[in-house]
């Protein structure tokens, strides 16, 4: 048997992407190896949002350059934005695809397995149908479901419209379909993924929104939880916080990156809207009877960014008081507008925001957390974690909640289970708590 070996890097798109090329490889007779050592087709899902990221594939790369008799593929979207370059870079590769081409990957490994050398799926036109033959998904009970491909907002830093291309919206009913199978396959679950979810556009007649979609993904029988990302502000909409007020399988948690609280800095970014206009967002969702947990997005150092501004990104974690957020230093990227800009910020003053940053936040989330001690949560379990004897859980909310029970359960039987648990402590990234039914 032909064995691969995948390595996956950045967001959940990317990771989703490599369950439907894992399944691809799958059917056609190859069985997935742990290391590249034992691989016969060695393959990287590449990420380009920062230079580090894109850095890490060539350094996987030179490293496995002596590998005789093995192919090397390089997938996702460092192989959409560098094409054939990345044969020059590295010769020993033969295949390069972007993620618009997944669908034909079938005919692509074809060529390969006829001793085929730089081979190529690059076209970012697809006429994508979503219906990929098969995806192998390792968690058993949570299930990413790709609504919307490619995005067509045009943020000054950001290299995904380039290596994801315009945006195509999948057909609701075979959304649907396929929530409906993940919830027949014991799948209690569903993250629904797109770059910019919220400008989803039903692609058949029924023509439903993204706000009539979550409704009715939130419908499905068996299934207990969905959430989604990623919300891009100025296409939020009122009604996805209604939907979510009645609709309770709908998690109470929002991801909407927010990237600066300067109005100056946004207007730079082209992220088409100010502060104000995200802040009436973020009060939709405190006015919310669900108790919504909300996460951000946020980068510092963006080309011509004061000190003033950054203190304005500063006051709006005070003012939001977000959950837990993301952030990064602009890193400069191929082909985006912001390459043209001036006033780059030295490496050294985007690490020390950075830090300000992430210290002033890991004091609210801790506030936060605290808040909770006394509560009940349920929590999905979602493992064991043997080196501290406790069970690993989620909340719905979306924070890790970790607790000990009173009985002692056998593993399968707890997993993917949904149990109560009463909060006991808190720290800044997770709760701690016990469960009370014996099990
Ligand atoms: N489509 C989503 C996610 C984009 S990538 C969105 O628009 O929100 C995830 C995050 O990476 C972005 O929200 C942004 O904070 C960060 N990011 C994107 N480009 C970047 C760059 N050039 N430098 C630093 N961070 C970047
Ligand atoms: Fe995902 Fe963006 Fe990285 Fe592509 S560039 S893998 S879309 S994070
Ligand atoms: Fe699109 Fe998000 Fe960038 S909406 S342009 S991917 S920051």
Redesign the pocket.
Known sequence: MKSFYIETFG?QMNVHDSEKVIGTLEERGYGQVQTPEEADLVLYNTCS??DKAEQKVFQRLSENKKARGKVFGVLGCVAQQEGERIFDKAPHVSLVVGSASYPKLGELLVQIEAGGRRVTGLRLDSDDTFETAATRRDNPHKGYITIIEG?DKS?A??V?PFTRGHERSRASASVLREARELAGAGYTEIQLLG??VNSYRDASPAGWNFARLLEEVGRVDGIRRVRFT?S?PRDFGREIIDVIDRTETLCNQIHL?V?SGSTKVLAAMRRQYTRDEYMRRIEWMKASKRDIAIST???VGFPGETEADFEQTLSLLDEVEYDSI?S????A?PNTPALALEEHIPEEEKGRRLMVLQERQRAIQLRRNSALVGTWQEALVEGWNSAKGQWIGRTSQNRVLNFVTQAQAGREEMTARYVPVRVTRAGPNSLAGECAIAV
């Open positions: 967001c949002i920062r995005c943020c830093y950001c995904v770059q910019n990623t891009h990156p990237q997005d946020i980068i993301f990064f230093k602009y890193s990227r």
